[in-house]
């Protein structure tokens, strides 16, 4: 009996050990050096690969500290990669990504993702209070800290005007509140921490024009205050970028 229970359960322990084994292949090494994002983060002549797959090929680029730059393109142009190389969840296969003069690879990439405020093209709101969503419940994140994120994001007024405002429920997955307050809700999250480099991932795909126009002047009043890096294929991040840069199968243009 015991054996044909080892039996019945092998395969699933081996897919288990196959995870594990994929996980530990995965696993980061971090750097030594403490980043220092005072000037710029640089790519320089960039390429990635996945297997015979080009994804990038020989990009070098240059997003000064203040800047509010925006990558547009299609669709499977190479935008989301570009992000994922600037956050250090993919290694270029060619080329390097400088923050000022230090290499990522060799900084520590919890003390870099530290400084990174990332806002994503799916928002993901809680069914609690503002202030839980704003802070995700991070005991060292005070009400004036959520105060100032949600003024910078332009909610304050909205969360103010709620009946027990900062702990007003915004209901299973914000469905209390509209389109473009949960995505102002969820660019408070992510300058709560007060980051160095907010990143937009296409953060307006998602909402109406008269949404899309109003979020666009509260992040366009962010600029100099705070480097941003959208990534879009609509106009409005587009049209309040100092910089647009064009990709299209891996290549950049200005």
Known sequence: RYYQKM???????????????????AREVDGSQSPHFTREIRLDQVGFAIGAKQILRDVSLSIPVGSFTTLVGPSGSGKTTVVDLVTGLLKPTAGRVLVD?????????????????????????LHDSVLTNVTLGDPALTEADTEWALRAAGAWDFVAAMPEGLHTVVGERGGKVSGGQRQRLCIARALVRRPKLLILDEATSALDPASEAALCATLGELRGSITVLAVSHQSGLADIAERVIHIDQGTLSS
């Open 7 to 25: 039996v019945s359960q092998e395969s699933a322990y081996r897919s288990l050990m196959r995870t594990v084994d994929n996980a530990e292949q």
């Open 101 to 125: 003069d230090t290499p990522l690879a060799d900084c520590s990439l919890e003390q870099w993702r530290h400084m990174i405020g990332y806002v994503p093209q799916e928002v993901l709101l």
